[in-house]
């Protein structure tokens, strides 16, 4: 019978959920070495910290990195003991579909909310390093300002262009094949992951390079989304033309770090292919009809 | 009709869906909307929605099943505390929501002709839920996002992102004037004026601390409008969702639509010689191994109609209760949630996003051995209060149907009453079995005790719109043209989504907060853009400054003495203090003193509060400040949560009250409704009769199939723990049950 | 897209995909067919043919193999100034595409920032590898036609000078550093060079085939793309084999044997002695592709 909430509390009490098998188990502590700036390359600096892990049995599930950032939110306070702030990052949904909280982990991009700390420091005094996704301005410490993602998106025409939101019945039908390639490449959550570590993608703090600079796998990939889209198609003509054009898909150079880092695990090498022929077709037919 | 002015202008505060919902249909109409948001739209909450979205559709529709059954359902799951209008303009509206989505592109699952597939859903044995994936609130959220981005292109929409909500603003009449937000990066504070304002800000997960919630979700603009006096709807019905992964940072849903799809819960269990199921003596074993009969498929064997896919509070309640027996995995707080039986490629087309959860924060594979889940909080079906006005033939039917209710009602209420009395007595009888049973007692002695335990009576049936005029739409939801729909009590203030109270009454269904949140948008937006055009002769912009000038003065006194406070407390430590309490007093089991308890506490963090420091001072990118700041709101919030379930004695969905069991409809079958007293910082909480015109208040019960005819008498209450188990056999083939709702084979559902 | 474009951005889909084409046609093409002819200096060893209208006592001194290699080689090499038509415009054509690319390619590389110590992908490693293998590719080629075809004899140890009538026995002096044909110190730098050269520019191409495939959406699905580079791949080892083995061949022919039989090829040759047959010996194509020869 139950009693009362406190017996068996929803937030804290979680006994045995951590420990799933794998990873080590006992208490220790780790070191997170964050690299700060308080606006882009303004006050640079390393700062570390400790972090304390309880073992197993003690512990509310997996412990991430964002759990360890919290951890040092509410006491800042360096390993030299020198009194810090808290450490500045995005975050959202904390379950790697908001794409917030990207940032470059010992060295490679990804999500902070998704990496678990057993598989990254599994020893006591293991070093785990965060650093600002280098290919946007930082905001502060860990936030960078990914606005230009959004701004290649609108250049992109990244919508089906509907007759408004009236009741105008169903939309176009597609087969589950159409359909589940479609969805892959629609759980792209604009993280920028296939941008930071793409080798052709430059840091731009100068919002007029950004038309000509690489616009990445990401809006190539949601091009190609749209242009499948029976409706969506109709606008396919402005996408391609982008796409042909300065920054597009000609200037990818196919290191194919894309696909490797994406978390979504999006095709995106193919969508850039994909596009590679429609571009190529495009401009051929405009080369043959003149128009 | 007034023109609207050129200088006019709507706010909407929040980038969820209900946000973007709202924005498109305003912009649309030629209004420029401002929109503000904490994070860039595309990273918005609605993003963790899995499931996905009700609506009745062609296939349901042959099957018996129609708008007005999903309308039905969803204040039956509500436990009928709902406005029926609403819900029943909501209903009708749903599958027209579905195709917009599907014309906007969202990639819904299909079926192999290439129609929209459909899932079961909690609370309904249709499938009626449309779906992209296990990530439906993504896809959908993404396709209004991109029509944002497209209004945005064209100029119609200006995005504030990173802007933070700090208060609204109220002219010399009172009427909503604008709002004084603070951008998150230079920390600048501005007001901004606008002709209306739209609330769509999402849920107060972080008031407990830990939730299914994202970061963002703190409940502090929520807070902000009802500490400048909007009314709070039912603040103490938090949905606590039965099945997620705990982690240290939060809790990760692992969405209905695994039970929707066939998941099963159940813990190991061993029947001993009565055939009554103990917990397994060996524990640590691998789930793979534990033959069938060890397996207790406890939902399956107590709700036998709707299984695994009961609502979430009955759900939740089930396996809290069943953990606290001792029944939970290896001991601990934890059931399985099974989904190996299924094929890996059925899984991963219709599952695959929250599949994917699991093996990346748990390590393992859901696919091949059984996810361990517990409940955690989830959403909150109170919010801002808000109005509407019914349409033109509402109150004549509602009226007819009163006439023939009222006297069934009055003969109903004191049946009810003697029933919770019977409830509340046979609950003792149990604690009493459970002590005598941890005392060793014989079994004649709790087989005595068990005797005398009394069955609640049976209550008259009432008429319900359904049985005077059938299923058919009737212009008896909503008023479209009226500028009030989804207004709170401040002119000009609306309230959309999850912070708006309307739709979900004391338990929200599955798939229901995805169609509520768009409909919101869409259906009201309209009436936003009336309200605008009414008050086209004085335009904000034609306001004096003064009134913005003191809005920003405020928050601007209101940050330095956060930063300047050195009173040494930690916002943090506060928040996390809150958090716990909440949970321990305001989820899914309450109790007067509990409550009491937790208001005395919360006296002590608000104390505390006033003396918090903060570790960053600075200027620039203070997040620090931000989140201290919301803290103190999370408080002034709370303080409703817990001052409601105080005030709300009886049990009713979401709400379980130990100490008042039963649903008590002469009393409670009304609205709290929670005002802030500027004065002394608490909320006073009174109630407020719901419009329920449409369908009478039956017996919530969900061990069989649902009656909606007033002709069948609606069976014993569904609290009644002797009436709870009635199959006998836990092995039962229940698979074969699942079947019984699959498409084309509608006789064997009820309607 | 900005008002005042530059040239670059204004023909930027011309541009990029004229650079793809000119890596492949004509000095992809022109790779296989020079790596493929140098490489005779090896396989020419089981020619017999080449050896029908020499003298059988050399053919006995220097060896049968040396003789069909060292033959053959020359064959080749004697036919392609002697007889390809037009072959100035070829080489014309063949240096503006390599001076397109190699500029346009520069240009392209210095738009993107390699990081292959972070992200140490095999995909990322031949991103980067192309870039490199471009740059030392250019430079290579033009060490290459200016020491052979230019007569920029103070780049060669030893200072041989180039001719096509004793192509076999210069290369053989180039390669080792001397006059005489013994190894010297700088002769092993500059075979180093060649063996870095060659290894660069054949994986330049085969990579950059590979890559082209996508470009111009030939190959779209992973599955496909593995399938393309499983091909790509194939064709690079073969040209690295044809390659290497060339280099070797010269490494290791006689510089005195190799004269010997230029010698009594020319001799024949001013006879007027063609072999009919020999010309039939490699397809008429290959001709015309090896058109400017080492």
């Not at chain 1, 057993?118 to 990914?146: C, H, Q």
């Not at chain 2, 109409?29 to 990273?43: A, E, H, I, N, T």
């Not at chain 2, 005029?469 to 009030?484: E, F, Q, Y």
Request: net charge negative; glycine share 10%; proline share 5%.
């Amino acid at each position: 019978m139950i009693q009362s909430n406190d017996d068996t509390d929803l937030a804290t009490d979680t006994r045995g959920h951590a420990a799933n098998g794998k990873g080590p188990s006992g208490a220790r502590t780790i070191r997170v070495r964050i690299k700060r700036a308080d606006s882009h390359g303004k006050n640079v600096r390393w700062e570390e910290f400790k972090v304390d892990l309880p073992s197993a049995g003690e512990r509310d599930g997996a412990i991430n990195v964002i759990a360890c950032l919290q951890q040092i939110a509410s006491n800042p306070v360096t390993v030299d003991g020198t009194r810090s702030t808290p450490v500045t990052y995005e975050s959202g949904c904390l379950e790697e579909v908001c794409g917030s909280c990207t940032m470059v982990i010992n060295g490679k991009v990804r999500q902070a909310c998704s990496c678990l700390v057993d598989d990254y420091a599994p020893n006591d005094g293991d070093l785990i390093t965060l650093e600002p996704m280098s290919k946007f301005p930082v905001v502060r410490d860990l936030w960078v300002d990914r606005s230009r993602l959004f701004k290649a998106l609108a250049s992109v025409k990244a919508w089906v262009p509907i007759d408004g939101t009236y009741d105008l019945g169903e939309g176009p039908e597609e087969t589950p094949d159409e359909q589940q390639t479609r969805y892959k490449l629609s759980t792209c959550m604009s993280c920028g992951c296939c941008l930071e570590a793409c080798p052709q993608y430059t840091l731009e703090e100068d919002e007029s390079k950004f038309d000509e600079s690489f616009v990445g796998a990401a809006v190539i990939s949601q091009a190609r989304y749209f242009n499948m889209h029976e409706t969506g198609a109709t606008m396919k003509k402005q996408r391609l033309d982008t796409l042909a054009g300065p920054g597009g898909i000609n200037n990818c150079g196919n290191s194919q770090n894309c696909v490797k880092v994406c978390p979504k695990e999006i095709p995106l090498t193919e969508s850039i292919a994909a596009m590679g022929r429609s571009v190529t077709l495009h401009r051929i037919k405009e080369f043959f009809s003149g128009r | 009709m007034v023109t609207p002015s050129a200088q006019q202008r709507v706010i909407v505060v929040g980038g969820g869906l209900a946000g973007l919902a709202a924005t498109i249909r305003i912009a649309e109409s030629g209004m420029p909307v401002d929109l503000f948001s904490l994070v860039p739209v595309k990273r918005s909450h609605s993003v963790c929605a899995q499931g996905g979205i009700n609506a009745c559709n062609k296939i349901a529709r042959q099957q018996g099943y129609s708008e007005y059954e999903h309308f039905d359902e969803t204040l039956y799951g509500g436990d009928f505390l709902q406005h029926q209008p609403p819900v029943y303009e909501m209903a009708q509206w749903a599958p027209k929501i579905i195709d917009l989505f599907d014309r906007m592109g969202v990639p819904f699952n299909r079926t192999s002709e290439g129609q929209r597939a459909l899932r079961l859903f909690g609370g309904s044995l249709y499938k009626r839920t449309h779906f992209s994936g296990a990530t439906t609130g993504q896809q959908l959220m993404y396709a209004l996002d991109e029509q944002t981005r497209r209004y945005e292109a064209e100029g119609k929409v200006n995005k504030y992102e990173f802007w933070e909500f700090l208060r609204p603003l109220m002219d010399d009449q009172g009427v909503c004037c604008g709002i004084v937000a603070q951008d998150l990066r230079t920390m600048q504070i501005r007001a901004f004026r606008g002709d209306a304002v739209v609330m769509a800000t999402g849920g107060p997960g972080l008031v407990f601390g830990k939730s299914t919630n994202s970061v963002m979700c703190t409940g502090a603009a929520a807070s902000r409008c009802f500490q400048a006096g909007a009314k709070y709807g039912n603040p103490e019905f938090i949905q606590v969702h039965p099945t997620a992964i705990p982690g240290a940072d939060k809790l990760r849903l692992m969405s209905e639509s695994a039970r929707g799809e066939g998941g099963r819960v159940w813990v190991p269990a061993k029947k001993d010689a009565e055939g009554r199921w103990q917990p397994h003596p060996e524990s640590g074993r691998d789930p793979r191994q534990i033959p069938t009969e060890e397996r207790w498929y406890f939902l399956e064997e107590k709700y036998p109609a709707y299984g695994n896919i009961v609502p979430r509070d009955i759900a939740t309640r089930e396996i809290f209760d069943t953990c606290m027996k001792g029944f939970g995995v290896g001991g601990g707080n934890m059931v399985y949630l099974d989904l190996s039986h299924k094929s890996r490629e059925e899984l991963e087309t219709k599952l695959g996003g929250i599949i994917e959860i699991y093996r990346k924060f748990v390590g393992e594979d859901p696919v091949e051995v059984p996810m361990k889940i517990f409940p955690g909080v989830h959403y909150s079906m109170g919010g801002l209060w808000t109005q509407y006005s019914p349409n033109r033939k509402y109150d004549e039917i509602a009226k007819k149907l009163r006439e023939i209710n009222d006297p069934i009602e009055a003969r109903n209420l004191p049946v009810q009453k003697r029933n919770n009395e019977i409830l509340q007595r046979n609950y003792e009888i149990d604690q009493q079995i459970a002590d005598l049973r941890d005392k060793g007692g014989s079994d004649d002695e709790v087989q005595k005790l068990e005797d005398s335990k009394q069955t609640p009576e049976k209550l008259e049936p009432y008429v319900s719109l359904a049985d005077l005029h059938g299923k058919d739409a009737l212009p008896v939801g909503m008023d479209p043209d009226a500028p009030n729909n989804m207004m709170t009590n401040i002119p000009g203030l609306y309230a959309f989504g999850e912070v708006n109270y309307q739709y979900h009454g004391g338990t929200r269904l599955g798939a229901n907060a995805l169609l509520s949140c768009t409909f919101d948008g869409l259906f009201c937006g309209r009436s936003v853009v009336n309200f605008v055009r009414e008050r086209a002769h004085t335009p904000a912009a034609s306001l004096p400054s003064s009134i913005f000038d003191k809005g920003v003065e405020a928050e601007e006194s209101r940050m330095k003495q956060l930063v300047e406070s050195s009173g040494g407390e930690n916002p943090y430590e506060i928040a996390k203090e809150l958090g716990l309490e909440m949970t321990a007093s305001s989820t899914v089991i309450k109790t007067g003193p509990r409550l009491e308890q937790s208001l005395n506490k919360l006296e002590e963090l608000r104390d505390r509060y006033s003396r918090i420091s903060l570790s960053d001072s600075g200027f620039w990118t203070n997040q620090n400040l931000s989140w201290a700041r919301a803290v103190g709101d999370m408080i002034a919030l709370a303080d409703p949560i817990v001052r409601g379930g105080l005030a709300r004695e009886e049990s009713r969905g979401s709400h379980y009250r130990t100490d008042f069991l039963g649903r008590d409809d002469s009393r409670f079958l009304k609205t709290t409704v929670a005002e802030f007293d500027a004065s002394t910082g608490r909320s006073k909480i009174s109630f407020e009769e719901v419009e329920r015109g449409l369908v009478g208040p039956r017996v919530r019960d969900y061990s069989t199939t649902k009656k909606s005819k007033a002709q069948v008498p609606a069976p014993t209450s569904a609290d009644d723990p002797k009436q709870s188990p009635r199959v006998s056999d836990p092995n039962a083939d229940v698979s074969g049950a699942r079947d019984v709702r699959a498409p084309g084979d509608s006789e064997k559902v009820s309607s | 897209m900005t008002n005042d474009q530059s040239f670059m951005n204004k023909h930027h889909f011309l541009l990029r995909r004229l650079h793809s084409l000119t890596g492949i046609v004509p000095i992809g093409l022109f790779l296989i067919g020079h790596l493929t002819t140098n490489s005779s200096i090896i396989w020419g060893a089981i020619n017999g043919r080449a050896t029908h209208a020499m003298d059988p006592e050399l053919v006995e001194g220097v060896g049968k193999a040396t003789a069909g290699q060292v033959g053959t080689f020359q064959h080749e090499v004697t036919f392609i100034n002697e007889s390809v038509p037009f072959l100035i415009l070829i080489e014309i054509t063949l240096w503006l595409s390599i001076a397109f690319h190699s500029i346009l390619g520069i240009y392209y590389a210095r738009t993107g920032k390699a990081n292959t110590k972070r992200y140490e992908y095999q995909g990322n490693w031949r991103y980067t590898l192309q870039r490199i293998s471009g740059y030392v590719g250019i430079l290579f080629i033009v060490y290459h036609v200016a020491t052979l075809r230019w007569g920029w004899t103070w780049l060669i140890p030893g200072g041989t000078k180039w001719d096509y009538e004793y192509a076999s026995s210069t290369l053989a002096m180039a390669l080792k550093g001397s006059e005489t044909g013994d190894w010297t110190f700088l002769g092993v730098l500059v075979s180093l060079l060649y063996l870095l050269g060659v290894t660069m520019l054949v994986f330049h191409f085969a990579n950059g085939l590979w890559t082209a495939a996508i470009t111009w959406g030939v190959t779209i699905t992973a599955k496909a793309q593995r399938n393309w580079g499983y091909v790509c791949a194939a064709l690079g080892a073969g040209l690295m084999a044809a390659g290497w083995g060339a280099l070797f061949g010269f490494l290791f022919v006689d510089v005195q044997a190799a004269k010997d039989i230029e010698e009594e090829m020319l001799r024949k040759k001013s006879a007027d002695i063609v072999e009919p047959e020999a010309v039939s010996m490699i397809p008429a194509t290959e001709h015309t592709l090896v058109a400017i020869e080492a």
